[in-house]
DNA sequence: TGTACATCAGTGAACGCGCGTTCACTGATGTAC
DNA sequence: TGTACATCAGTGAACGCGCGTTCACTGATGTAC
């Protein structure tokens, strides 16, 4: 169900000619391909999805309008590829926080706080994209299939770890349970453990929590909604945290006495 | 600091000429002052915030795009306008909600539950409007100060319930607590408990977790998020702020049987 | 009660800007012989 | 190794559209006498 991560699909728009034969222009096309997304990309930075113009990508590389079109069909397809690779590169900067966590011997909150850090660290630091896929949908666009593998990413890792913690036998959420019948689809509980789904109930819909408490905090600190509220966002959000993986029975410790 | 729900500013526009007669013309003003605004929230139902424009308003009433000029100062003017309205309509939708559970003796749990169930209602009968102050920000407006007091009546009505189970003692957060230290404003603090600010750390850190999942619940499921995941989403939102509450202490009591 | 006048709502034209997309073209460049 | 040709990248003009905002105007309407 879910696609590979990694590769956008960009180069696939192209026909191979030949296929052993090693073809200059294919290359130069497949090179200029990317300059163009990348200006995108600091177009998008610049002035938001909604601003987001092929006469402005044009500009910004020195070249006519209508040049583009030989590398890109049309605006929708050009916020496909920043969508996609939008959530391709917080999927892998959060697999690679884990991967990093695990490798220095964190488990349980350690590894969600890691992968929730570097979620929010990328989102601070690219704020836009952060907004093209987790903001207002854009106005007249719809979000093609492809965007779905890309857009899972972050909530595997998760619950790999969730996974992870209820093997080891160190995970029960708090009683009463909050559900008692699965509220999910059987492809998402699948996609969590494949073999055991009945015993997700409860733990499934928490562990969604976690996810919307992630993105959301990090959303109310990008749009404004934490101003005159929050003073200390970096410990606010590690809190934040806290909280949701202590109501899914995570041991969450003390917490840190500084800030 | 906050100031006060209700009356949006509109009227404050006019200049009272003399203030005892009455005036014809500043009623006709005034009134279609309202008219442009009310033709202005439709066409952002119908395209969005992005897409809303003072010469589709103006074609809407039949008018010449130049004759809204009279009655708005600029496309910025209307939209502070229609964020204000959209926050106090949220607010109002909230306050009524907590006022009808409260005097059909609810508490806990089912004030939190009837006031997050009437925000999502709300949102989902008016999408563009609940995107329009939760979503991305319009690019090139910065939000003035006076949308400050209007954004602030539903965690106002939060706070209330959260200080009502206080004072009644039923409230104290799981161990260990999340934070020991106040990660919010004074001024926020001094909002929900003028007197004892000290005692609301953890638990105030805990209410905007509330918050946030009450407003990130509803985006996700606005903006598509929960898409192939969650199948029944009313019951999933409950379960949701379920799974807050209590982390801050409520009793939340069995989860009901049925969807 | 009637009339003159000041106010001001709405018009229409314009300015200057931007957008996505198409299309016939020219000239460089890679390829096949 | 050299040349002819097909390919195709990038041009420039155009189409048809939309936007926010300004401004001189005209004619209706409320007000003051």
Do not use: C
């Amino acid at each position: 169900m879910l696609s590979q991560p990694g590769r956008t699909g960009l180069a696939s728009t192209s026909v191979p000619s030949s296929p052993a034969t090693f073809n200059a222009r294919q290359i130069a096309r497949d090179t200029l391909t990317r300059t163009i997304v990348d200006a995108a990309r600091d177009e998008l930075a610049e002035h938001g999805a909604a601003g987001l113009s092929l006469r402005a990508v044009a500009r910004r590389l020195g070249v006519v309008s209508s040049a583009v079109y030989r590398y890109i069909k049309s605006r929708d397809e050009l916020l496909t590829v920043l969508i996609i690779e939008a959530y391709d590169a917080i999927g892998s900067t959060a697999e690679s926080a884990d991967e990093a966590a695990r490798s220095s011997g964190s488990d349980g909150i350690d590894r969600i706080l890691a992968v929730a850090r570097s979620v929010r660290d990328w989102a601070r630091s690219r704020p836009q994209e952060f907004a093209l896929v987790f903001g207002s949908p854009v106005p007249g666009y719809r979000a093609p299939e492809s965007t779905v593998g890309p857009a899972a990413r972050v909530p595997m890792v998760l619950s790999a770890i969730v996974t992870d913690e209820l093997r080891s036998g160190r995970l029960s959420p708090p009683t009463p349970a909050v559900t008692t019948v699965p509220l999910t689809t059987v492809e998402a509980r699948a996609a969590v453990i494949g073999e055991v789904p009945g015993e997700l109930t409860d733990l499934m819909e928490r562990a969604i929590v976690l996810w919307t408490v992630l993105v959301g905090t990090i959303t109310f600190e990008l749009f404004g909604h934490l101003d005159n509220v929050v003073t200390d966002r970096s410990a606010y959000y590690d809190a934040a945290l806290r909280v949701v993986a202590q109501a899914m029975g995570f041991d969450i410790g003390e917490p840190r006495p500084d800030a």
